[in-house]
């Protein structure tokens, strides 16, 4: 699953940058991941259970292993782990105060359609896209 800001999943803000593909922890080479436990703790699996257990309560966490434009610059054992935080804030429901108003003849009002809510229990992208990047070598 690809992760977009502001497209696919939810109606969120973000101009709508796309990210590099990410891979998420579970599906990464066993060895890498032994090195990876270092730096972050491995995911359950499953996509529902997202952001849980990661230390961050509202954080997303991806890891990339390192790019092909990143071979010739780094060292051909290194692994880049790429860690794009996006803050999740739940929507709070806005409660409306009533106020009395003198009887008037009442007009019929068209319905508004209700916006679906997002998946996740209505979480949507935060604004703000942090990228963590660190640097780990593999074990010979």
């Not at 696919?8 to 803000?13: A, F, I, K, V």
Request: net charge positive.
């Amino acid at each position: 699953m690809v992760a977009t800001e502001g497209k696919g999943r939810g109606r969120g803000g973000g101009g709508g940058e796309s990210l590099q593909q990410p891979l998420p922890f579970f599906s990464l080479h066993p060895d890498l991941r032994q090195d990876l436990d270092l730096v972050f703790p491995v995911p359950p699996a499953g996509p529902q259970r997202w952001g849980r257990g990661l230390g961050f309560q509202d954080r997303k966490v991806y890891v990339q292993p390192r790019s092909d434009f990143l071979h010739t610059v780094l060292d051909r054992d290194a692994v880049i782990v790429v860690a794009y935080t996006c803050s999740m804030k739940k929507k709070k429901k806005k409660k409306k105060k009533k106020k009395k108003k003198k009887k008037k003849k009442k007009k019929k009002k068209k319905k508004k359609k209700k916006k679906k809510k997002t998946k996740g229990g209505g979480y949507k992208w935060g604004g703000g896209l942090n990228i963590v990047v660190a640097l780990l070598m593999c074990k010979r």
